[in-house]
T-cell receptor, first 113, second 115 residues
Framework: AQSVSQHNHHVILSEAASLELGCNYSYGGTVNLFWYVQYPGQHLQLLLK??????LVKGIKGFEAEFIKSKFSFNLRKPSVQWSDTAEYFC???????????FGTGTRLTVIP | KAGVTQTPRYLIKTRGQQVTLSCSPI?????VSWYQQTPGQGLQFLFEYFSETQRNKGNFPGRFSGRQFSNSRSEMNVSTLELGDSALYLCASSPQGAQINYGYTFGSGTRLTVV
């Protein structure tokens, strides 16, 4: 069965610090990869997604993620975080062609002004 | 255009009762998926409906069921509620249910508390 691991449960950073959130998945086939964000009191929103091609994917609000197939990883990065990035971040995986997502347990990011 | 609408937003039920949650997808979206979100487990897939047919089901007991109507609106039902069913239940819709790469749009969820 597929699984998604997000090793950091809670990350606390100061504004302007760089961010990297880890995501590893277990599935040997072709996958589609996603990062979603849930701001306090808001619904889940798609940050970025990877299907094929360039393994470095750029999303909204300056976020990017790199797919490393050999490591089964899809880590999320941002060079300089802002207070408004405080949110919960979820990595998700789907088999190519499937219509359900497997989510990680999420990483809560707190950015201190 | 209107987003995914879930009703009610909050619900408190007693153990043993049953509950029905509703989801109206974005107009034109035919696929509706349901997820359970809890602090310890994250988001777990419940089931997915497309054109009134359940196409996928997650690993939840039979107390969890759902259906989809001809207008794509969906309901999920939980019978014989247990304390562990307390969670945020999220609905997501997508335009082409066959492939996830079209992306989900999530609703704000229904917060169910079982006491």
């Amino acid at each position: 069965a597929q699984s998604v691991s997000q090793h950091n449960h809670h990350v606390i950073l100061s504004e302007a610090a760089s961010l990297e959130l880890g995501c590893n998945y277990s599935y040997g086939g072709t996958v589609n990869l996603f990062w979603y964000v849930q701001y306090p009191g808001q619904h889940l929103q798609l940050l970025l997604k990877y299907f094929s091609g360039d393994p470095l994917v750029k999303g909204i609000k300056g976020f990017e993620a790199e797919f490393i197939k050999s490591k089964f990883s899809f880590n999320l990065r941002k060079p300089s975080v802002q207070w408004s990035d405080t949110a919960e971040y979820f990595c998700a995986v789907a088999q190519t062609g499937a219509n359900n997502l497997f989510f990680g347990t999420g990483t809560r990011l707190t950015v201190i002004p | 255009k209107a987003g995914v609408t879930q009703t009610p937003r909050y619900l408190i039920k007693t153990r043993g009762q049953q509950v029905t949650l509703s989801c109206s997808p974005i107009s034109g979206h035919r696929s509706v998926s349901w997820y359970q979100q809890t602090p310890g487990q994250g988001l777990q897939f419940l089931f997915e409906y497309f054109s009134e047919t359940q196409r996928n089901k997650g690993n939840f007991p039979g107390r969890f069921s759902g259906r989809q109507f001809s207008n794509s609106r969906s309901e999920m039902n939980v019978s014989t509620l247990e304390l562990g069913d307390s969670a945020l239940y999220l609905c997501a819709s997508s335009p082409q249910g066959a492939q996830i790469n079209y992306g989900y749009t999530f609703g704000s969820g229904t917060r169910l508390t079982v006491v």
